[in-house]
């Protein structure tokens, strides 16, 4: 399954002119999408209400585009203005699919790489699982102070109410051939981004608007995985990744001055030890959302090969239009 995936990925990016045999496919998958979409906007099917307010940062393609970095700074940017937020997601990559609360010693098994990784950067109270409005009475009923929800990714589960919608777009990657998955890495029509706050993840704000919001990601200095103070200077190294658009990480790299070599996992990739020890003759360089599960693998399985791995963290920049966005968000819904 994985090698299929990296497979459609590399034919995405390669525009390969094999995608127009799955064309079948993805016009079943946008007459179903439209019509599971029209059942729950007509009310034919019921959608959960929360509480309070929720809302929803998400994609329309298949694949990263920075949202769990995004979220993690507009969480800072919350807590510091004290406001009480929570998060909640689906928790991809965890063995249950019940709802759980997510804590700093959860595990990737457990709620998720994401969730992981969010907790530890934010500390905000956050439970993930496949019914979203389970997954909401749960963290309310252990936090009921909170006053807003946001859910990270779940833009087309539909049977969640939302009061705010926020897409990111990668403004690199665009929408490739414009076509819906499996085809494309379309979710949905280009058209489902009408009527919601688009935010364009792309370092090159010249070519946006002076209005237009935006972010980036600014990468630091690789730093050991097990800790200490050892530096990375720019060298050869195996840049491995299991997320969903590693072309972006390889480039960030690069850019870094490294000479990569390429090695691209399936997004939410489970690591095996055996996988990192073939690369043991050069230094390997792994995103912090893959450093949430290889850090596990290290306790589980001790090996000298995690000395010679390290993280690139990165932070989301955000215009200033961004944060003015979400005080108008809070303004709207009479957060205080």
């Known amino acids: 399954m994985k090698n299929l995936e990296l497979l459609i990925t590399k034919a995405w990016q390669d525009s390969s002119p094999m995608l127009a045999t799955l064309a079948p496919l993805s016009a079943l998958y946008g007459v179903v999408g439209c019509v599971r979409k029209s059942l729950y906007d007509n009310d034919k099917l019921a959608k959960y209400h929360a509480p309070i307010p929720v809302m929803v940062v998400g994609n329309i393609t298949v694949g990263g585009s920075g949202k769990t970095p995004l979220i993690i700074d507009l969480v800072k940017y919350l807590q510091d203005k004290g406001v009480n937020v929570g998060v909640i997601s689906r928790g991809y990559g965890r063995v249950d699919s019940r709802p759980a ?15 992981c990784l969010i907790v530890s950067e934010t500390g905000v109270p956050m ?7 389970q997954v909401i009475d749960l963290l309310i009923q252990n936090h009921p102070t909170l006053q807003l929800i946001i859910s990270d990714d779940g833009l087309q589960h539909y049977a969640l109410h939302r009061d705010v919608e926020w897409i990111v777009v990668d403004g690199v990657r665009g929408f490739g051939n414009g076509k819906l998955f499996p085809q494309g890495f379309l979710r949905e029509p280009i058209d489902r981004l009408d009527g919601a706050t688009v935010i364009y993840h792309d370092a090159r704000a010249e070519r946006y608007a002076d209005d237009a919001l935006l972010m980036h990601l600014a990468p630091s200095t690789p730093i050991p995985l097990l800790g200490g103070k050892k530096s990375l200077s720019p060298q050869r190294v195996y840049g491995v990744s299991g997320i969903g658009y590693p072309a972006r990480f390889f480039t960030t ?9 390429e090695k691209p996992f399936g997004d939410h990739h489970d690591f095996a030890l055996d996988e990192l020890t073939d690369l043991a003759d050069l230094p390997i360089i792994i995103t912090s959302k893959d450093a ?21 963290p990165v932070q989301a920049g955000l215009s200033d239009g961004v944060y003015g966005e979400m005080d108008k968000v809070l303004l709207k819904l009479g957060i205080k």
Do not use: M, Q, Y
């Not at 790299?253 to 070599?261: A, I, R």
């Not at 290290?298 to 993280?311: C, G, M, T």
């Open 101 to 115: 609360l997510v804590h700093e010693g959860s595990t990737p098994k457990d709620v998720g790489d994401e969730p």
């Open 253 to 261: 790299l690069t850019d870094l001055g490294f000479e990569v070599v």
């Open 127 to 133: 439970a993930v699982g496949a019914d979203r409005g």
């Open 292 to 312: 949430v599960k290889i850090r596990e693998l290290a306790k589980r399985s001790p090996h000298a090969i995690f000395d010679n791995v390290w993280i690139l």
